[in-house]
């Protein structure tokens, strides 16, 4: 999340500058812009240092001066209190650039977020929660994290049939591809600096700091792995989905997201996004020749991850890519004009039946991602601002009344940590999911994190993971770009074709090392042919002793199984990392036990707030475990003594009975037993 940091950074000092002022000053009466510019700075500073404030009510005052300053002054002016403020309190050069790149107009200043900003201060309610929420994200928790608003949402569908049951598996299958985050770096450059001191290198502007004038790590022909793809990568991956196709006979293809580079906000421009995009679509158009279903991820908008509601009077700001979407989809024909009719109305989201009867939907994760400042309003009172959750649950339930199958996509995944979702949507998306689930929902399918993950959603909020209450899974599929770290990799699903959920998953990748030279030159996409591998099927690789039943899918049960290999099983655990990064030279290990539980907890937490849950209960659980393992030894103390009782009861019996009559053998054995369950118990 390269912009999360510098977010919460700029954040910092934006809204502890725009604190506590009295709105009255600014309105009254008539003054000039730099009027309103100079007293918003001075009065802005006098709440910077006003003592015995707490961060967080500085914040929260802060975006109250905000709030009045924008609904009153023009948008220009009140990015330039921003800048100006953020400038005069800057820590260093690179601080005081960002400021221009953070709060300036985005017209004027790459993908600056001065307008939306702007925006959203129009629209929050100061005194509610979206100050709590907004303190704490982009304010490095200045606030701490406001406990999330539950939202009952049931008068959104009837009750839950009794007889609600997924079909039986038919045992034929067919083929889906599924690949994700290309992120193509059109201004990509071989032989530049690939191991540069920026965020993402292999361009003509980027250098490593030790080493301004040479080269230490030329940028290769396929792509490096702090680099973005190269046109070059973005091509021959397709080739290999295509080559494999031959005989696979790939039904159609879902793309989760992300075809514009990582390049810093400075470098970003809505021109880039749209060539980048128009790119990405003819090339899968070109190479697959059958639908692909694309939902857009957060790099795939312009200013950075920003989408507005349409209730909140900004969408239009944004209809540019929706109308490219619905061009590009309808005119590669992966869906007709009747079906596209829901892109532009829901922010490129849609659903369209398959032949075979399955309906695919997706949804533009902007809408729950973090970084998206339109977020952050109305939290506490609508858990749907901008409708696509009814949309999906409208789908959802017209499924489940004609005995539909479903598949739900969309770009950033609910759970797993809390860096990237929004809290309260992750509860609202998961009641849904749970709602139609297992009898609807037939596979969740997410991009985003680059790596090869799931994550598993377990009823009753996962307050006990067991086998019985794990409903649902999401798939979270590995990246074509090698950012940061990984070699590309793609994979496809062998599907039921009657129940339409996963039976199991084939995965490729390509050993981007291998296409490395010496001296890397532009003739090296002549002379070097990338080597795109076979990589591992999970069925195989999570089962390796064939337990699973044969016509049994990889569903939420299966993947409960492997979370548990991958917390108590070291080699398993190492496995699942190896493909995880496929094979790149960078897989990590995970050994220590703050590691594996936070893996653990990826791997098992559907929303946010589990994901908290999980991580403060693992250490309580740690504290049972202590617990268990004195209780157990107090308790074995206690067994040994009845165990010493026993015995002398025994031996005196056993002494009895030799003297007096037949055996009685079978009196040490509750005792042995017993020892047994505490045993177990540690
Ligand atoms: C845009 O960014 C440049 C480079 O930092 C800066 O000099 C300029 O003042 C900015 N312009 C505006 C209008 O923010
Ligand atoms: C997954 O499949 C197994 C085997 O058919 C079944 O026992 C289990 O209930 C299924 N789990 C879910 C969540 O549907
Ligand atoms: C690339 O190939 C062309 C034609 O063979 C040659 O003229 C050129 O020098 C080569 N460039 C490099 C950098 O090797
Ligand atoms: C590429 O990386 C892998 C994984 O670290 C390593 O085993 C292999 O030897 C490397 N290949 C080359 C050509 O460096
Ligand atoms: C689920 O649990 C979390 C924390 O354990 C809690 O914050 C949240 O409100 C619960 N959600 C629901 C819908 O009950």
Redesign the pocket.
Known sequence: MPYALQALLCGLVMFAALASANPDDISAEKKSDADIISSSIKKLNSIVHKKGHSDCEKCVSALEFGHDLAKTAKTGIVTQVMTKFCKIHASSKYARDQCDYKFGLSTVNGSAFGDDITNVLTLIEPKSIDSQYICHHFLNGACPLPETPSFDLSSWWPKKPEDARQPDPSGETFNVIHISDFHVDLDYEIGTEAKCSQNMCCNSWKFNEDSKHKVLLPAQAYGSYQCDAPDSLLQSSLSNVADVGKDRDFEFAIFTGDMVDHDDIQYLSMENAIETEKLVYSSMKTHLNIPVYVTLGNHDTYPYAQIAQEKSGFVNRFSWNTDLAYDMWTDSNWMTEKEAANVKEHYAGFAVTNKRGLRVISLNANMWFLENYYNYWQVGQDPDPSGLFRFLSDQLLECEKQGLRAWVMAHVPMGGQTGNAFAPATQVFTQIIERFSPHVVAGVFFGHTHRDEFQILYSKNATEKVAENAVNVAFLDESITPYKWY?PGWRYYEVDAKTFQITNIHHYYM????T?TEVPSINDTETIKPVWEYSYSSRDAYDPKGQWPKDAPLNATFWHNVANMIRDDSSYRQLYLDYSYR?????PTCDDGECIKNLYCYVTSFTVPQVIQCLAEDKSSTGHHILAILGSIVLSTITWIVLAVVSIVVAGTVFIYFRFGKGSEYQRKPVTAKRGDYVSLN
């Open positions: 070699n050993k981007l090392n291998e490395f094979h790149s030279p960078y897989v």
